[in-house]
C-alpha cells in the first residue's frame, strides 16, 4: 500500500476516496485510458486556467465550468457510473453514510 492509498484510502466498492473523512467520487473506472488521460489532462489545464484568470469574473467562470465538465467527463460529478442504483455519497461525511462502519474501522 503507498502512502496515498494510507492517506486517502478507497471504499470497499471503490467508488470513490476519502479526504479529512470526506467521501469523493472516484473517476468512472470503465474510462479508456487514452480518454482518461486526455480528459484528466484537460481537467488540469482548466485548473490552471482558474488560477489565471483571477481577477477576471468572466474568465474565472469559464475556466470553472472547463472544471466541471472535465470532471462531469470522468465521472466524478454529474450521473454516477454505476449501475446497481446505489444512491451517491459524495462529498458527504463517511461516518453519515453507510460507510460509517468501514470508516469508523479506518479512521481508528
Known sequence: MTKD??????????????VRGRLWRKSDPGLDETKRVNL???????????RDARGDKDATAAARK???????????????????????????LAKNTPYAEWWAGIDG
Open 5 to 18: 492509498e494510507r492517506a486517502y484510502p478507497d471504499t470497499p466498492d471503490g467508488r470513490y476516496f476519502v
Open 66 to 92: 472547463r472544471v466541471d465538465d472535465s470532471k462531469i467527463a470522468l465521472g466524478e460529478r454529474g450521473l454516477v457510473w454505476w449501475d446497481d442504483a446505489a444512491p451517491d455519497y459524495n462529498r458527504k
Open 40 to 50: 484528466v489532462s484537460e481537467l488540469m489545464a482548466a485548473r490552471r486556467a482558474v
